[in-house]
């Protein structure tokens, strides 16, 4: 069994399919390729902490404010908080004995030594179809209105393994669905949120039977 760390930002929708997967294999008596033994969010405020709260794990904020103090954290660079952050999880995933890190909505840059500690055990959900709209900016609605504004007939989500670059590590899983006439971002997302999950799951028991 996979022991992951699931790093969060949000509401975490994703954390709660990966929760939900685990305790229903448990419950049919049948082994779950991962256990979720950490989650980690860089917000305070992440409706994802209630979620692992409720399903009894462990859950930290490593956050620039909560890693370098205020002071510091404001006065540092973008560059300067991503690393303090990056090297303060990789301390927490080594001494929880994390063997591979899933970011489901994280919305941060990881770097550093975290990148090679966890090579090619680290996947990224992306919401849209890689190597298109990745990069610095796109997340969420962003990447959501990039592709309408493109007039693309398709969308969909991506489960890569994350590298140096942002977003462009090998992709493992992709779930697409079509561009519909009067999309808006929200209806859009709407289509595809449900193949996150999806995607998610199967690019985690990939990474576990690896």
Same mark, same amino acid.
């Given at each position: ?17 990966? =929760? ?16 979720? /033994? ?12 209630? &979620? ?20 510091? /954290?404001?006065? /540092? ?35 550093? &030594? =975290? ?20 990069? *610095? ?12 504004? /493109? ?19 090998? *992709? ?18 709407? &289509? ?19």
């Amino acid at each position: 069994m996979m022991n992951i760390a699931v790093l969060v930002s949000g509401g975490g929708t994703n954390l709660q399919a990966l =929760i939900d997967f685990e305790q229903q294999k448990h419950s049919a008596g049948e082994t779950c390729p991962y256990h979720i /033994a950490l989650v980690v969010s860089n917000t305070k405020n992440a409706y994802a902490l209630e &979620r692992a709260a409720h399903a009894g794990i462990p859950a930290e904020i490593r956050s620039p404010y909560s890693v370098l103090g205020a002071e510091k /954290a404001k006065a /540092a660079s973008r560059d300067e908080k991503r690393l303090a952050v990056s090297d303060a999880i990789l301390s927490l995933c080594e001494q929880n004995g994390i063997d591979a890190i899933v970011l489901a909505g994280y919305l941060s840059v990881l770097c550093g &030594r =975290i990148l090679s500690v966890y090579s090619e055990r680290i996947i990224n959900l992306h919401p849209a179809l890689l190597p298109k709209f990745g990069g *610095i900016g796109m997340w969420g609605h962003n990447v959501h209105e990039a592709v309408l504004a /493109a007039h693309e007939s398709e969308s969909g989500c991506t489960v890569h393994l994350v590298d140096a670059g942002c977003d462009t590590g090998k *992709i493992l899983v992709q779930k697409r669905v079509p561009v519909m006439p009067g999309d808006t971002p929200d209806t859009l997302y709407a &289509r595809i949120a449900p193949l996150e999950h999806e995607a998610l799951l199967e690019g985690v028991c990939l990474l576990a039977n690896s």
